[in-house]
Structures are given as structure tokens and as C-alpha cells.
């Protein structure tokens, strides 16, 4: 079974502009998550998705937003990129209820904002 | 409010050792614990998985312990090796809720 896949892997882009990253779940999984990495805050959960709904919300500003598709691939957007924006953020993806079971992860995207 | 601490922040230890890395939480409602390891400039790769109702999971050289009372979990690894060497991390999650909740991580050097 293919693990979960986030594309590009790595991204540079300058302040202000908008960025989309991509997430696709373990066959079968319906939960996805997305966390954001930084050396300064560590790990940070940004939202959860089930069956194309947005369960939970971390304490992130408006500039993020994610959505869900029909196959459980999931998508998250950043507009008008910031500096601070610039960290590793991770997509995890759940066989049922989001974080009630066990997560797993995919590589990565590296976002770095000039 | 959740939090997750761990201590230590860093350890370096010969091959061989077996070693303890510790995850405390100030809540102790949570709905399991997760550890993860992550190597540098990686994802990060489940290692074992701990509901509330259970006391300890084991996956080879790994054994981990929660004690929800008390609010702490131990990761122990047997045998070390350089290939343990990696940052480890501890997650809650919440009942009430879908996200986890992370500790910074304890960075583990196996010197061969």
C-alpha cells in the first residue's frame, strides 16, 4: 500500500504571493491533517479534514485554508506568504475518526518565503 | 490547556546502551499517545501508538509506557544503535478532540 504523498517537496516563494500544497492520503483513509514545523514553535496543527469537512481548526490566521476532495486528497492554501511562513509543513493521514487513530505522515513540503 | 513536555532535549549515548526518553502532559484526558521519529529534513514515522486504557505497547527494541494518572509516558529503546540516532517525539490527542498535541522532541545521537 502506497504511503502519503505531499507534492511539490520543496517550494520558494516570495512575500505576498499565494501558495498551494498538495496531500494525498493511504488508500482507504478518510481523515487528513495537516501540521506545520518550525524550529522556533515545533510542531503546530493547522486543520483536519473528514469526508470533505473541516473538522478542527488550529489557531492559525485566515491565510490558511484547506479543503477535501471527493477521494480524500487534500489540498492547503497560504496567501500573501509571509517570512515566518517559511517551515516544513507535514500531512497526515487516518483510517478513521482524525486523531483518535494512529496518523501517519508524509514527507513533507519545504516552504521557504524570501 | 494541553502540554506536552519532554526531557531530555538532547542525549547522546554509546551503541549498545539501552535508554529511557521521557513525555509528560498536564491533561490527563487524552484518547491515546503517539511516538514518532523523525530524521533530518524528513516526515515523520509512527513507532508505537498507546490508547488510555492500555499501560505499554512493545515493537521490537521499542517499548513504550502511559501512565494517564500520573501523566507520563517513557519510550525505551534496548540495544541502541547508530540508525536510532534521530529526533523522537511524543502526541496526545485529545478526547474531545482531532489534533495532536506535540512535545519538542528529544534529539538522540548513538555514538558507534
Known amino acids: 500500500k502506497a504511503g502519503v504523498t505531499q507534492t511539490p517537496r520543496y517550494l520558494i516563494k516570495t512575500r505576498g504571493q499565494q501558495v498551494t500544497l498538495s496531500c494525498s492520503p493511504i488508500s482507504g483513509h478518510r481523515s487528513v491533517s495537516w501540521y506545520q514545523q518550525t524550529p522556533g514553535q515545533g510542531l503546530q496543527f493547522l486543520f483536519e479534514?473528514?469526508?470533505?469537512?473541516?473538522?478542527n481548526k488550529g489557531n492559525f490566521p485566515g491565510r490558511f485554508s484547506g479543503r477535501q476532495f471527493s477521494n480524500s486528497r487534500s489540498e492547503m492554501n497560504v496567501s500573501t506568504l509571509e517570512l515566518g511562513d517559511s517551515a516544513l509543513y507535514l500531512c497526515?493521514?487516518?483510517?478513521?475518526?482524525?486523531?483518535?487513530?494512529?496518523?501517519?505522515f508524509g514527507p513533507g513540503t519545504r516552504l521557504t518565503v524570501t | 490547556k494541553q502540554e506536552v513536555t519532554q526531557i531530555p532535549a538532547a542525549l547522546s549515548v554509546p551503541e549498545g546502551e539501552n535508554l529511557v526518553l521521557n513525555c509528560s502532559f498536564t491533561d490527563s484526558a487524552i484518547y491515546n499517545l503517539q511516538w514518532f521519529r523523525q530524521d533530518p529534513g524528513k516526515g515523520l514515522t509512527s513507532l508505537l501508538l498507546?490508547?488510555?486504557s492500555q499501560r505499554e505497547q512493545t515493537s521490537g527494541r521499542l517499548n513504550a509506557s502511559l501512565d494517564k494518572s500520573s501523566g507520563r509516558s517513557t519510550l525505551y529503546i534496548a540495544a541502541s544503535q547508530p540508525g536510532d540516532s534521530a529526533t523522537y517525539l511524543c502526541a496526545v490527542s485529545l478526547n474531545s478532540n482531532y489534533q495532536l498535541i506535540w512535545g519538542a522532541g528529544t534529539k538522540l545521537i548513538i555514538k558507534p
Open positions: 497526515a493521514s487516518s483510517s478513521a475518526s482524525g486523531a483518535s487513530y494512529e496518523q501517519y
Open positions: 498507546i490508547q488510555s
Open positions: 479534514y473528514f469526508s470533505e469537512t473541516q473538522r
